[in-house]
T-cell receptor
């Protein structure tokens, strides 16, 4: 049973544009929702995370939007740059992130000039 | 500050063999987790240890085992290797707390079973 569904599988965005990746979860016990960025040959790196008591969190060019009633959250990358080209994973966890992470299937993002 | 370190970085094993992967968490982190990432997929949870006790186990066969040592480093063992065990094995550590701090991942061990 896949508890976190992620879309799209791949995304191509022009430099300077906005990249949007969406995730939906099923388990209402999840209370911590991070986004990870992974480059080839490297482990996932934490980008930004949100808890369900807020609807939006922004850090630099990265914003998470969270819709608790719809059980959905999304990552927005503003002013996308070629260096943002990577695979992005959403994830979810319980106990404020102290428990295991359940990952989405990943989105391969390519930023073109 | 050193991040999460894993060894070895790459490993080639033959079917039926056994393998041990090692992980050193960030200094001060007492929680260590292991994940398996098959090419093109998201990481799948294998084990979580906190203060040397197993806190959680994912849906993996008993061929997979792990332990955490008094210095909080950890080992993942896989017995009777199958071709399907070929994957990137990731270790992550966390500074646990009432509000959580998230996990920091190492670069992983790439295991190839031939």
């Amino acid at each position: 049973q896949q508890q976190v569904k992620q879309s799209p599988q791949s995304l191509i965005v022009q430099k300077g544009g906005i990249s949007i990746i969406n995730c939906a979860y099923e388990n209402t016990a999840f209370d911590y929702f991070p986004w990870y960025q992974q480059f080839p040959g490297k482990g996932p790196a934490l980008l930004i995370a949100i808890r369900p008591d807020v609807s939006e969190k922004k850090e630099g060019r990265f914003t998470i939007s969270f819709n608790k009633s719809a059980k959905q959250f999304s990552l927005h990358i503003m002013d996308s740059q070629p260096g943002d080209s990577a695979t992005y994973f959403c994830a979810a966890s319980k106990d404020f992130g102290n428990e295991k992470l359940t990952f989405g299937t990943g989105t391969r993002l390519t930023i073109i000039p | 500050d050193a991040g999460v370190t894993q060894s070895p970085t790459h490993l080639i094993k033959t079917r039926g063999q056994q393998v041990t992967l090692r992980c050193s968490p960030i200094s001060g982190h007492k929680s260590v987790s292991w994940y398996q990432q098959v090419l093109g997929q998201g990481p799948q949870f294998i084990f979580q240890y906190y203060e040397k006790e197993e806190r959680g186990r994912g849906n993996f066969p008993d061929r997979f085992s792990a332990r955490q040592f008094p210095n909080y480093s950890s080992e993942l063992n896989v017995n009777a290797l199958l071709l399907g065990d070929s994957a990137l094995y990731l270790c992550a550590s966390s500074l646990e707390g009432p509000r959580g701090y998230g996990y920091t991942f190492g670069s992983g061990t790439r295991l190839t079973v031939v």
